[in-house]
């Protein structure tokens, strides 16, 4: 099959400009241990593949109508959940989708955006797209944010928290720091992985949303996914949370480029996704335990695990050969993520899978790790 080739004369300067953002890879092999894009290794709960059934079976006429523009139930359901008036709350194809709105409809070329500088690598690839200025904020040595680093003007800061590729959490005490001091921005915290986010105070454990600020800062606003906690990456669901003037500029920007994101089996799916919250609690609890003990099996080995707060781990072997393990793991059906950029080029994202599937990750690397000593003699 010959190379295509692509003809950009009729291209616009923009399209022809763009970086875009490469997704994980998603290969297709039998037998693969796929540790690579941080999705949830337990099915979603079994009320959403009724719940889209029903839709399919009883009404499936409806599927010639267009769905709730505003996803009225969906958004019901959340608020519910969260406490909040529905006003407050604004749901979307993914928190992608959710994201790139956001980027739409609050940040000027003529104030720059604030943003860590390791951190979800789609912010500079919106940034391009929307003509947003994005200044980058170095992390500290630790790979934590500092606040005070953020003390300058903008017109808005994204944060990922826990963030992405570190696992580590900002705390609520900082968000309102950055919150107070830049009343004029918005304070954007993409809690794509927050559900897997705990503190403890005394002893008891606690999460540690921002959406439990949205009424007390009008500029905060909160993004999430249904891609990680609930197990619904292949339905493209995404959600954010503020003050109803917030939601409001998003709705306005929504509606002038897709007035109907979300389709009638992905409403129905989602919304009972989210009403069934003993399922989601027991899916939750279990990836927080595999990953304490997929930390302890990689700090065995003489990994640096950071503490992460999501569903994934980031760690350096004791070499720090990262490249060299993802490769060999690769040659034997298990795919972690490597990312070939200074500062974090000698650590691995690695996802928390089943029990079995971090299981085999642990076999493979004292495998390596053994080989290499024999290599050694």
Sequence with gaps: MSELKIDTRLWSSKARNLSPYVPGEQPKHDNLCKLNTNENPFPPSPKVGEAIAKVLEQQASDLRLYPAPESDDLRGALAKIYDLDTSQVF??????????????????????????????????????TFGVHLVKIPLEEDFSIDPDAYRQPCSGIIIANPNAPTGLLLSLADIRKLASEHTNAVIVIDEAYIDFAMTKEGDKETQVSAVSLINEYDNIL????????????????????????????????????????????????????????????????????????????????????????????????????????????????????????????????????????????????????????????
């Design 91 to 128: 749901v979307g194809n993914g928190s992608d989708e959710v994201l790139a709105l956001v980027f739409a409809s609050f940040f000027l070329k003529e104030r720059p955006l604030l943003a860590p500088d390791i951190s979800y690598s789609f912010y500079p690839v919106y940034a391009q």
């Design 222 to 377: 909160v993004t999430q996914t249904f891609s990680k906690s609930r197990s619904l990456a292949g339905l493209r669901v995404g959600m954010a949370f503020g003050n109803a003037s917030l939601i409001e500029a998003l709705t306005r920007m929504k509606n002038s480029f897709n007035s109907f994101p979300l389709d009638k089996l992905a409403q129905a799916g989602a919304t009972a996704s989210v009403l069934d919250t003993d399922y989601f609690e027991q899916m939750r609890e279990q990836v927080i335990d595999l990953r304490q003990s997929l930390t302890a099996e990689l700090t065995t080995l003489d990994y640096n695990v950071l503490p992460s707060h999501a569903n994934f781990v980031f760690a350096r072997p004791k070499e720090g050969n990262a490249s060299a393990v993802a490769s060999a793991l690769r040659e034997q059906g298990i795919i972690v993520r490597h990312f070939n950029k200074p500062r974090i080029n000698e650590y691995l994202r690695i996802t928390v899978g089943t029990a079995e599937q971090n299981q085999r990750l642990i076999t493979a690397l004292k495998a390596l790790e053994a080989n290499a000593e024999v290599a050694t003699i």
